[in-house]
C-alpha cells in the first residue's frame, strides 16, 4: 500500500504540475492573441510616397559625334540614333555639309568595308528623310580602327 500511496502522490504531482503548465501557456496565448488584435485594429500608416524619379539627362551628340554604336555585323540604325538626328538636324543650317563615317573592324569581319558602308548609307537615308539634301553629304568608311559605329561630323 506504501508503493501504491506513492504512486498516487506521484501522479498527483504530475498532474498539478501539468495544470500549471497548461494555464501558463493558455495564459500566453491569450495573451499573444490580444496583441495581434490590437495591432490589426489598430490604423495601418499612411503609406509614403516614394521619391520622384531622376529626370533623364537629355540626349546629346558627342564631341566625336558618334551618333550610332554598333555590335557584331550589325548594320541596322540602333533605337536612339533617329532622335540623335532630330537633334543633329534641328540645330544646323540648311546649308552646312557633314562627313558621314561608317566604320566596322576589319580584324573581325572580312567584309567589314561593306558592313561600314552600308552603316553610313543608313545614317544617310535618314539625315535626307528630315530634310538635309544629299549634296551636303559626303559619305565616307573606315576599317582601321576597332569601332564599330557611325559617326557625323560638320566639315
Request: proline share 9%.
Amino acid at each position: 500500500m506504501a508503493s501504491h500511496s506513492k504512486l498516487l502522490g506521484l501522479l498527483f504531482s504530475a498532474a498539478l504540475l501539468g495544470g500549471c503548465a497548461n494555464t501558463s501557456n493558455t495564459e500566453a496565448s491569450t495573451a499573444a492573441a490580444d496583441a495581434s488584435a490590437q495591432a490589426a485594429a489598430a490604423p495601418a500608416p499612411a503609406p509614403v510616397a516614394p521619391p520622384p524619379a531622376p529626370e533623364p539627362e537629355p540626349l546629346r551628340i558627342p564631341e566625336d559625334g558618334t551618333v550610332a554604336e554598333f555590335s557584331g555585323l550589325e548594320t541596322e540604325l540602333p533605337a536612339d540614333t533617329p532622335a540623335l538626328l532630330d537633334i543633329l538636324t534641328a540645330d544646323k543650317a540648311g546649308n552646312q555639309r557633314w562627313e558621314i563615317k561608317g566604320y566596322a573592324d576589319r580584324k573581325t569581319a572580312k567584309n567589314a568595308r561593306e558592313i561600314a558602308l552600308a552603316r553610313a548609307l543608313a545614317v544617310r537615308k535618314e539625315l535626307v528623310s528630315r530634310g538635309v539634301p544629299a549634296k551636303n553629304l559626303r559619305v565616307m568608311f573606315s576599317t582601321d580602327q576597332a569601332r564599330n559605329a557611325v559617326t557625323v561630323l560638320p566639315r
